[in-house]
């Protein structure tokens, strides 16, 4: 079985030649490669040569050579990955032939599929071209342009009827695009000029869509009906709700009828329409709508309006009901009311869990945290052929860490994962965890849901890193490893979608701030060094709690959603558990609560005395 011990002399060896051959291929020295190449079939990372390579010669390879490398590599991401390099090339050449003999099936992507039937036209099997044509062509939003050429031979042929132009127009109206529309509302043929007018006009003033559908045949003024009332409550949900109670009954479908009361209800609510307020609370028991039903409730959590929460918490469905979410507000409300017995019942059951909800409700009864720490099983055995695929996906893994290509290491990791089974996985994590790879051993475990192994979940990753930091800036260990926690899973070269970096996700901008404000030298590349990311995040988040005077929960909030967005939130009237419950942001709603949580579980694991709220000591009372 794998155990990343075997780094002796001829791993390292083969290691540098394999760094060496990859600078080889950048400067084009194929002779000097070959040679070099020969020796590392053995080494875990070869066939990441062969992938470079191939890439490199993306327009000279056939589709059966093609298909074979995707075939050889289906056990890792390079397979998938080379497959979609090589069809979009070839598709843009529209070698049709070897775009077909790799590409072996239906591709996923839409630029991808455009090529697929394009190749299929130019193959003869034009009545499978035509139908994915139409497929492609009823989309939302504008299509890849590598589907032009098929569109217009498919527009040549006859192939756009109304129905197609109608779907479309509809779907581009739900989907805000106006533009698409418009051009769309173009192609219909003049007996369906009128109906698309009235969908535009509809889309421009959807306060006149019920007028604008007068005369139309009632399917398609229904729909201009439905579309427009639902855009029109994106305005003004009180006026799109007048006019929708004075339609005839048999104005819309009952389906229809669903769709546009949905929609008011859920813009009422997100303003907090007083308007709508009494017609909402008159239909949440017959429209069960636990989505709904939730942003009525945080509406009444913020108005604390503690006999309205317990009769929402009823309109929820049984499986919201036993959310520990809405148990412990259920509680929240009986307590309220005087309803004391009751109240502790409740708080008992959700103590039980290891949550946010558990830990408050614990605090209410002055009981002792629940954990539910599981000790993890020791490696089992794997079947052989398992043995052998799983030992060569983890020695990829290792190797990949050690030259430094962390990214690739996860996305390998992660192509091993969706293979194997629950107990797999948990063998896989402990691995990880053995070998210190603490992004993936989370991974794992949360993959298994092994949610109980809180040495996999919650590892006490670079440790020492953050006690030192957190003695610097006079903070909770706990609370700067929950943030990292939470932030990167504990990954070092973690990249977020809008650019943040690190353990600690820190902002490029934020991070050359802070590191002027301390005194450390300014560099966005350093954000991916440990303790240079751990020293920038654990000084911001001290600013923050400084700026909000100790507020742990708020400034965990402006860490997450920005300082200037959370001063708009603040609330000098609610409980502190009710603030963080009614924060406008899921997202950020969500990050409060988990580190918090996992602030608790680290303290636990750390041997620390645990608390979920309160202030830090730079402040008194929250």
Not at 44 to 69: H, N
Not at 307 to 314: H, M, Q, R, V, Y
């Amino acid at each position: 079985m794998f155990d990343g011990a075997a780094d002796d002399g001829a791993l390292v060896s083969d290691r540098e030649r394999f760094l060496n051959a990859r600078k080889m291929i950048q400067a084009g020295q194929w002779s000097a490669f070959d040679r070099e190449r020969k020796a590392l079939d053995a080494y875990p990372l070869s066939p990441y040569l062969d992938y470079e390579r191939l890439m490199r010669r993306l327009t000279i390879t056939s589709g059966s050579q093609a298909r074979t490398f995707v075939d050889e590599h289906s056990q890792s991401p390079l397979g998938v990955r080379y497959l979609g390099s090589y069809l979009g090339t070839t598709g843009k050449r529209r070698r049709w032939g070897d775009y077909l003999d790799a590409a072996a099936r239906e591709p996923r992507s839409e630029n991808l599929r455009c090529y697929y039937a394009r190749a299929k036209r130019a193959r003869g099997a034009k009545e499978e071209a035509w139908d994915l044509a139409s497929r492609l062509w009823v989309s939302e939003s504008s299509v890849n342009d590598a589907c032009d050429p098929l569109f217009e031979l498919w527009l040549g042929q006859g192939g756009l009827t109304d129905d197609l132009v109608w779907e479309r127009a509809t779907l581009a109206y739900g989907a805000r695009e106006g533009g698409l529309l418009r051009y769309i509302a173009s192609l219909g043929s003049a007996e369906l000029q009128p109906a698309l007018a009235a969908l535009r006009g509809s889309y421009s003033q959807p306060q006149r869509s019920v007028s604008l559908a007068k005369g139309l045949d009632k399917t398609l003024g229904s729909q201009v009906i439905t579309l427009g009332l639902e855009r029109y409550s994106r305005y003004n949900p009180a006026r799109a709700l007048r006019q929708f109670e004075s339609l005839d009954d048999d104005a819309l479908t009952d389906a229809q009828s669903e769709r546009v009361a949905s929609a008011i209800a859920f813009r009422g609510l997100l303003e907090r329409d007083e308007d709508v307020q009494g017609w909402v609370d008159a239909g949440l028991p017959q429209w069960s709508d636990d989505k709904l039903t939730e942003l009525r409730l945080r509406w009444a959590i913020a108005e604390q309006d503690w006999s309205a929460i317990g009769t929402l918490f009823l309109a929820l469905s049984s499986t919201a009901q036993e959310d520990a979410t809405w148990r412990y507000w259920y509680a929240r409300s009986l307590e309220s009311r005087g309803l004391d017995d009751d109240a502790q019942v409740l708080y008992a059951s959700v103590a039980k869990e290891r949550s946010y909800y558990g830990f408050l409700s614990a605090d209410k009864l002055g009981l002792p945290y629940s954990y539910q720490d599981a000790e993890t099983v020791e490696i089992t055995a794997l079947d052989s052929a398992l043995l052998e695929w799983t030992t060569g996906a983890l020695w990829r893994v290792h190797e990949l860490n050690a030259v430094g290509e962390t990214r690739l290491a996860e996305a390998e990791w992660m192509h091993a994962l969706r293979r194997l089974d629950g107990s797999q996985q948990l063998v896989l994590a402990r691995i990880a965890k053995d070998q210190g790879w603490h992004r993936l051993s989370i991974d794992a475990a949360n993959a298994g849901r092994h949610w109980n192994a809180l040495d996999l979940r919650f590892p006490l990753a670079y440790v020492d890193d953050f006690y030192q930091r957190a003695a610097a800036q006079s903070l909770p260990v706990s609370e700067l490893m929950a943030i990292a926690r939470r932030e990167s899973a504990f990954s070092p070269t973690a990249r977020s979608p809008v650019g943040a970096r690190g353990l600690m996700q820190i902002m490029p901008a934020t991070g050359r701030s802070v590191a002027r404000k301390v005194g450390m030298p300014v560099s966005t590349q350093a954000l991916d060094n440990i303790e240079y990311n751990i020293t920038l995040g654990s000084a911001y988040y001290s600013q923050l709690l400084e700026r909000f005077d100790g507020r742990r929960a708020v400034a965990l909030a402006a860490y997450n959603a920005g300082p200037n967005r959370v001063k708009n939130w603040l609330s000098a009237d609610l409980p502190l558990d009710a603030w963080i419950e009614t924060i406008p942001y899921r997202e950020t709603r969500d990050y409060v609560k988990a580190v918090l949580a996992y602030s608790v579980v680290f303290d636990y694991r750390l041997g620390e005395k645990a608390q979920l709220m309160g202030n830090t000591n730079r402040s008194s009372g929250d």
